[in-house]
T-cell receptor, first 111, second 116 residues
Framework: NAGVTQTPKFQVLKTGQSMTLQCAQD?????MSWYRQDPGMGLRLIHY???????DQGEVPNGYNVSRSTTEDFPLRLLSAAPSQTSVYFC??????????FGSGTRLTVV | AQTVTQSQPEMSVQEAETVTLSCTYD???????LFWYKQPPSRQMILVIR??????QNATENRFSVNFQKAAKSFSLKISDSQLGDAAMYFC?????????????FGTGTSLTVIP
């Protein structure tokens, strides 16, 4: 099925560890983004990309890194995990004037 | 930056009844999009309905409809004939219609409980 595939669904990290959240879409969308969802705060934009080779920071970029080497893939890297990065992460893509198509989310716990 | 406010953290409705979720937003732009997303316990974010600001007619999708008041910057969601499957967190979201304005601004959500 067409959509946004996000992996893993769950992850537990120790403080200081690094990891990459994978995101892939097969809808040929130019725009992709990463959000984090925290209780009482809605979804906040971490990084986004308007096309291959182009990325930019969102509202809460510190501690995260992204790259966009292809239209399909937009991985999110946690460089040195901190407890404050415990959250649910969503990847989303958008084509044209439609709304986002979201991945299924990753629940990340940093201990 | 634009702000989106959902002033009702929690709402409940009796099955088969109607409920309205409130959303207000702040923007200086005239052309934009507004959305309601549903997030059930599965965590998946599902687009419920979309409204384009230049359209005066309120959007409807089956049992879901909106009351879009542009001057008042209000965008409420009405769910008619509520069903148990409507129980979820609902998020209101704003997006500019400018080419570079692809960022969505989300409210903090309203948790809807449906009482059998």
């Amino acid at each position: 099925n067409a959509g946004v595939t996000q992996t893993p669904k769950f992850q537990v990290l120790k403080t200081g560890q690094s990891m990459t959240l994978q995101c892939a879409q097969d809808m040929n969308h130019e725009y992709m983004s990463w959000y984090r969802q925290d209780p009482g705060m809605g979804l906040r934009l971490i990084h986004y990309s308007v096309g291959a080779g182009i990325t930019d920071q969102g509202e809460v970029p510190n501690g995260y890194n992204v790259s966009r080497s292809t239209t399909e893939d937009f991985p999110l890297r946690l460089l040195s995990a901190a407890p404050s990065q415990t959250s649910v992460y969503f990847c989303a893509s958008m084509g044209g004037r439609a709304g986002y198509t979201f991945g299924s989310g990753t629940r990340l716990t940093v201990v | 930056a634009q702000t989106v406010t959902q002033s009702q953290p929690e709402m409940s409705v009796q099955e088969a009844e109607t409920v309205t979720l409130s959303c207000t937003y702040d923007t200086s732009e005239s052309d934009y999009y507004l959305f309601w997303y549903k997030q059930p316990p599965s965590r998946q974010m599902i687009l419920v309905i979309r409204q384009e600001a230049y359209k005066q007619q309120n959007a409807t999708e089956n049992r879901f409809s909106v009351n879009f008041q542009k001057a008042a910057k209000s965008f409420s969601l009405k769910i008619s004939d509520s069903q148990l499957g409507d129980a979820a967190m609902y998020f209101c979201a704003y997006r500019s219609a400018r080419n570079t304005g692809n960022q969505f601004y989300f409210g903090t959500g309203t948790s809807l409980t449906v009482i059998p």
